[in-house]
């Protein structure tokens, strides 16, 4: 993997010959290692000693219908449908086979999940580099043996456990397993083990535990796990359940009781009455529409190379409200472009370059300015080329230098020794034979950490910073790079210009973000003025006033503070990143990160929202719940709606269910004071279930929603159904007590005024739900109305579900009652719903 300057990560590597020894020095480094042969491999492979592990993003397909089979909800309707089925007839089990077709709807989109999100996952999956036969070869991390030599370099993963064979400055990030924030430097010898991250330097370690003895196969599970983990949405519809669970028992023992009192004389009837009672308590499809609306949303956001590796992610990210961006990777793209290289002046105003010898040449006479300019371009060319071919993985700035200058003449210049880019260092160094045979420490940095303060240079660095452009120092120091501090005796050379591609879609995103009243923060380890100027050029609010993370405040308040008011954030540590993450958050933000950089993955983890780039480094990957597999910024936005439709549209159809629980159970308890026979038989359940709930919830579930995703899902929901469901049962049992109190109507045409009354009511608490009203929406409850008018007029119908009415009286009765209930609920809406 590689990396920018600020530790950014850019494409791996492909397969290659394995790098001479002038790229990958031995010396303490250790011995080189040729891997294992293909027979070597192939012996390995027949006894099983592969990391053949699979790396699940979903659950298994025997998990899935365990899982929306056998729920508690299920199981209570499944016994009233055995009831129905013993004492018949076969229409009044019709709620049966609602819960049938919604259990095969949940398990049908739940495979269609798994099987987008196993496919991206393979996109994804980390392809690790082995030697064998003496080459680097690339391979799938299923791929590797026991024994097996595997390389690193900045930003990759350690898939197996192993010992180290080869190490040039190699330091491993084992935060995610120990805690410890600080990386380990690592020598021949010593242990690594699967799910850490190298953080600088290079080597190769061979595989001592692979499969299901090597901890990998745990942490990769965990990372990229199909999980449905707490999130608000969930945790409040579980405690809306629970509650309903333990209402619904003693509610049912009543109603049983008092029908088989009631209807003594036939017991099947009572039986009928009694389950038609229980049944519309169950708000058996609020959770399997819930499921539902996540897949669904899994899949739109696979098809557009998104992968969610945690479902309540897309609402997580609907709740943000800063987004944590890092510049190179997520506004800008990986690649860079060395557009010009600067000789600095020596003191006495001539130009200074490297000689032979490494003192520096200049004629001191100032008469021979340009053929000097010119002498010193090329002599600084030729270093910068030995240095870049030094880089056995060459970060986008060191590409970019490779790109313009090549290797050097053959023979000129040797390297003796190497220490790669480190983002805590900001700078990599190389130990070369110079031609003149004398030897140098060449350092390759941001200027204001390897300059002192108050250096000439770093007013032109800042010119050229603020321009948007990246410019790195190169300097010469004649001590060794194993000193404490290699850079004590820098003599700056020349400065490096270098210009960063924006990304195009950079800027709308940014846009929508603040339309939409998010607000974006970009942290980066380049230098402030540098990632001020992109972040202006993008438009970003605020990015006039970039700061510098090292004068940020180490107290804890006056950082959140400070992170608070402040936009862009330069020389950022890891760190830093993850402090700045949690003031955010102590301010009561909830916040996204993004990032590509293993510089990234401490905030990232911390974060409330993980988003990770698909080419960035497998530590990035591993531990964000959300990956952009194309790498497109503008990928986000899409994430945020989705999210918005989820949350808000499950909001709606929540109201709608548990309104029919409140009702339900206000009937049932109604009915078991005033002992009269239950005014619904199953059938009739079911036609206004369907009608007022089920149908109209799945569409409302799927329909575009671009509100922003606020707390206290429970209130707001129990406002709407607790008000509502109590008005709607009591104007159904009203007007069903005042049909009764005829004497020249039967039970069942007291059981249609019942029905007709409440089948108003809840219609018009499905037109207070559905606003803003769209002419879909219209059109939705039109149909659903016009519906219900075909069960009532059309003979076969009315038979087959028991409804008729008889007169004009009791029927208009009740259709008044609804009316003044519609009234009701509009003043309950506006009261206790449109006030929160």
Same mark, same amino acid.
């Given at each position: 993997?590689?990396?920018?300057?600020?530790?950014?990560?850019?494409?791996?590597?492909?397969?290659?010959?394995?790098?001479?020894?002038?790229?990958?020095?031995? =010396?303490?480094?250790?011995?080189?290692?040729?891997?294992?042969?293909?027979?070597?491999?192939?012996?390995?492979?027949?006894?099983?000693?592969?990391?053949?592990?699979?790396?699940?993003?979903?659950?298994?397909?025997?998990?899935?219908?365990?899982?929306?089979?056998?729920?508690?909800?299920? $199981?209570?309707?499944?016994?009233?449908?055995?009831?129905?089925?013993?004492?018949?007839?076969?229409?009044?089990?019709?709620?049966?086979?609602?819960?049938?077709?919604?259990?095969?709807?949940?398990?049908?989109?739940?495979?269609?999940?798994?099987?987008?999100?196993?496919?991206?996952?393979?996109?994804?999956?980390?392809?690790?580099?082995?030697?064998?036969?003496?080459?680097?070869?690339?391979?799938? !991390?299923?791929?590797?043996?026991?024994?097996?030599?595997?390389?690193?370099?900045?930003?990759?993963?350690?898939?197996?456990?192993?010992?180290?064979?080869?190490?040039?400055?190699?330091?491993?990030?084992?935060?995610?397993?120990?805690?410890?924030?600080?990386?380990?430097?690592?020598?021949?010898?010593?242990?690594?083990?699967?799910?850490?991250?190298?953080?600088?330097?290079?080597?190769?370690? !061979?595989?001592?535990?692979?499969?299901?003895?090597?901890?990998?196969?745990?942490?990769?599970?965990?990372?990229?796990?199909?999980?449905?983990?707490?999130?608000?949405?969930?945790?409040?519809?579980?405690?809306?359940?629970?509650?309903?669970?333990?209402?619904?028992?003693?509610?049912?023992?009543?109603?049983?009781?008092?029908?088989?009192?009631?209807?003594?004389?036939?017991?099947?009837?009572?039986?009928?009455?009694?389950?038609?009672?229980?049944?519309?308590?169950?708000?058996?499809?609020?959770?399997?529409?819930?499921?539902?609306?996540?897949?669904?949303?899994?899949?739109?956001?696979?098809?557009?190379?998104?992968?969610?590796?945690?479902?309540? $992610?897309?609402?997580?990210?609907?709740?943000?409200?800063?987004?944590?961006?890092?510049?190179?990777?997520?506004?800008?793209?990986?690649?860079?472009?060395?557009?010009?290289?600067?000789?600095?002046?020596?003191?006495?105003?001539?130009?200074?370059?490297?000689? %032979?010898?490494?003192?520096?040449?200049?004629?001191?006479?100032?008469?021979?300015?340009?053929?000097?300019?010119?002498?010193?371009?090329?002599?600084?060319?030729?270093?910068?080329?030995?240095?870049?071919?030094?880089?056995?993985?060459?970060?986008?700035?060191?590409?970019?230098?490779?790109?313009?200058?090549?290797?050097?003449?053959?023979?000129?210049?040797?390297?003796?020794?190497?220490?790669?880019?480190?983002?805590?260092?900001?700078?990599?160094?190389?130990?070369?034979?110079?031609?003149?045979?004398?030897?140098?420490?060449?350092?390759?940095?941001?200027?204001?950490?390897?300059?002192?303060?108050?250096?000439?240079?770093?007013?032109?660095?800042?010119?050229?910073?603020?321009?948007?452009?990246?410019?790195?120092?190169?300097?010469?120091?004649?001590?060794?790079?194993?000193?404490?501090?290699?850079?004590?005796?820098?003599?700056?050379?020349?400065?490096?210009?270098?210009?960063?591609?924006?990304?195009?879609?950079?800027?709308?995103?940014?846009?929508?973000?603040?339309?939409?009243?998010?607000?974006?923060?970009?942290?980066?380890?380049?230098?402030?003025?540098?990632?001020?100027?992109?972040?202006?050029?993008? =438009?970003?609010?605020?990015?006039?006033? %970039?700061?510098?993370?090292?004068?940020?405040?180490?107290?804890?308040?006056?950082?959140?503070?400070?992170?608070?008011?402040?936009?862009?954030?330069?020389?950022?540590?890891?760190?830093?990143?993850?402090?700045?993450?949690?003031?955010?958050?102590?301010?009561?933000?909830?916040?996204?990160?993004?990032?590509?950089?293993?510089?990234?993955?401490?905030?990232?983890?911390?974060?409330?929202?993980?988003?990770?780039?698909?080419?960035?480094?497998?530590?990035?990957?591993?531990?964000?719940?959300?990956?952009?597999?194309?790498?497109?910024?503008?990928?986000?936005?899409?994430?945020?709606?989705?999210?918005?439709?989820?949350?808000?549209?499950?909001?709606?159809?929540?109201?709608?269910?548990?309104?029919?629980?409140?009702?339900?159970?206000?009937?049932?308890?109604?009915?078991?004071?005033?002992?009269?026979?239950?005014?619904?038989?199953?059938?009739?359940?079911?036609?206004?279930?369907?009608?007022?709930?089920?149908?109209?919830?799945?569409?409302?579930?799927?329909?575009?929603?671009?509100?922003? %995703?606020?707390?206290?899902?429970?209130?707001?929901?129990?406002?709407?159904?607790?008000?509502?469901?109590?008005?709607?049962?009591?104007?159904?049992?009203?007007?069903?007590?005042?049909?009764?109190?005829?004497?020249?109507?039967?039970?069942?045409?007291?059981?249609?005024?019942?029905?007709?009354?409440?089948?108003?009511?809840?219609?018009?608490?499905?037109?207070?739900?559905?606003?803003?009203?769209?002419?879909?929406?219209?059109?939705?409850?039109?149909?659903?109305?016009?519906?219900?008018?075909?069960?009532?007029?059309?003979?076969?119908?009315?038979?087959?579900?028991?409804?008729?009415?008889? =007169?004009?009286?009791?029927?208009? !009765?009740?259709?008044?009652?609804?009316?003044? %209930?519609?009234?009701?609920?509009?003043?309950?809406?506006?009261?206790?719903?449109?006030?929160?």
């Amino acid at each position: 993997m590689t990396h920018s300057a600020e530790g950014t990560a850019a494409p791996g590597p492909v397969p290659g010959p394995v790098p001479g020894p002038g790229a990958h020095p031995t =010396g303490a480094g250790g011995a080189y290692q040729p891997g294992l042969s293909a027979a070597e491999v192939a012996e390995r492979v027949a006894r099983g000693q592969v990391n053949d592990v699979p790396v699940r993003s979903s659950r298994s397909v025997r998990e899935i219908v365990r899982a929306n089979v056998f729920t508690r909800f299920n $199981a209570i309707i499944g016994v009233m449908f055995g009831i129905i089925l013993v004492v018949g007839p076969l229409q009044d089990g019709l709620f049966g086979l609602v819960i049938v077709a919604n259990t095969a709807i949940g398990i049908v989109q739940e495979l269609r999940a798994k099987k987008t999100l196993d496919g991206l996952a393979l996109i994804g999956e980390a392809r690790p580099q082995v030697r064998r036969d003496g080459a680097a070869v690339q391979v799938g !991390t299923g791929e590797i043996v026991l024994d097996d030599t595997v390389l690193l370099g900045i930003g990759d993963k350690v898939v197996v456990d192993g010992t180290v064979t080869e190490a040039d400055a190699l330091e491993i990030d084992e935060s995610l397993l120990t805690g410890e924030p600080d990386p380990v430097h690592k020598r021949p010898g010593d242990h690594v083990m699967s799910g850490s991250f190298v953080v600088a330097g290079a080597g190769a370690f !061979t595989a001592t535990k692979v499969g299901r003895e090597a901890y990998a196969a745990k942490l990769a599970e965990e990372a990229s796990k199909f999980t449905l983990v707490k999130s608000e949405l969930r945790t409040g519809i579980d405690q809306i359940l629970r509650f309903i669970t333990y209402l619904l028992v003693p509610t049912a023992i009543g109603l049983v009781i008092s029908q088989l009192a009631v209807q003594r004389n036939d017991w099947k009837e009572a039986v009928r009455r009694m389950v038609a009672g229980i049944v519309p308590m169950v708000p058996e499809g609020l959770v399997l529409l819930t499921s539902v609306a996540f897949a669904i949303g899994v899949v739109r956001l696979g098809r557009k190379q998104c992968l969610v590796q945690e479902l309540p $992610a897309i609402e997580g990210l609907a709740r943000v409200d800063t987004v944590c961006l890092d510049k190179t990777g997520t506004l800008t793209e990986g690649g860079m472009d060395l557009v010009d290289l600067r000789p600095l002046a020596a003191p006495d105003g001539t130009p200074r370059a490297a000689s %032979a010898d490494g003192t520096g040449t200049g004629t001191g006479t100032g008469d021979s300015t340009d053929s000097t300019d010119s002498t010193d371009k090329a002599l600084l060319a030729e270093a910068l080329g030995a240095i870049g071919a030094a880089d056995a993985r060459p970060n986008p700035s060191m590409q970019a230098v490779i790109d313009a200058y090549g290797p050097p003449p053959e023979g000129r210049w040797r390297v003796l020794e190497a220490i790669p880019f480190s983002s805590a260092r900001k700078w990599s160094g190389v130990q070369l034979l110079e031609p003149g045979g004398t030897e140098g420490s060449w350092l390759l940095g941001a200027p204001d950490v390897l300059l002192p303060a108050g250096a000439p240079a770093l007013a032109e660095v800042d010119e050229l910073g603020a321009k948007g452009l990246r410019v790195l120092l190169l300097g010469r120091s004649p001590l060794p790079l194993d000193a404490p501090d290699p850079a004590a005796q820098l003599r700056p050379l020349a400065l490096l210009v270098l210009q960063q591609r924006l990304r195009e879609d950079a800027a709308d995103t940014l846009r929508y973000f603040r339309s939409q009243d998010v607000r974006a923060k970009v942290i980066s380890g380049d230098s402030a003025v540098s990632v001020g100027a992109v972040a202006a050029h993008l =438009g970003l609010p605020g990015a006039g006033t %970039a700061t510098d993370a090292r004068d940020l405040p180490t107290d804890p308040g006056q950082l959140a503070e400070a992170a608070d008011r402040t936009a862009v954030f330069g020389r950022v540590t890891p760190q830093q990143k993850r402090a700045l993450v949690g003031a955010l958050q102590s301010k009561g933000h909830t916040v996204a990160m993004t990032g590509d950089g293993v510089n990234d993955v401490l905030a990232l983890k911390d974060a409330d929202i993980g988003v990770a780039m698909g080419t960035g480094s497998d530590a990035t990957r591993a531990v964000a719940q959300i990956v952009l597999l194309d790498d497109r910024f503008a990928t986000l936005p899409s994430v945020v709606a989705e999210g918005r439709r989820v949350i808000g549209n499950i909001e709606r159809v929540a109201g709608l269910f548990l309104v029919k629980t409140v009702y339900s159970v206000l009937l049932a308890l109604l009915v078991v004071f005033t002992q009269v026979p239950y005014p619904f038989l199953p059938r009739h359940s079911t036609v206004l279930s369907s009608l007022t709930i089920g149908i109209p919830a799945f569409f409302l579930a799927l329909a575009p929603n671009n509100e922003r %995703a606020r707390t206290g899902f429970v209130r707001r929901v129990l406002r709407l159904a607790v008000p509502g469901g109590v008005v709607c049962g009591a104007a159904t049992f009203t007007a069903y007590a005042l049909a009764r109190g005829d004497d020249e109507t039967t039970l069942k045409a007291d059981t249609s005024v019942a029905t007709l009354t409440l089948f108003i009511c809840a219609i018009w608490v499905l037109a207070i739900v559905a606003r803003p009203y769209t002419w879909w929406r219209l059109l939705l409850i039109g149909t659903m109305s016009g519906a219900f008018a075909l069960v009532l007029v059309v003979p076969w119908l009315s038979d087959f579900f028991q409804l008729e009415l008889v =007169g004009w009286r009791d029927p208009l !009765t009740g259709v008044a009652i609804a009316l003044v %209930a519609g009234c009701l609920l509009e003043v309950t809406s506006r009261v206790f719903v449109e006030k929160n």
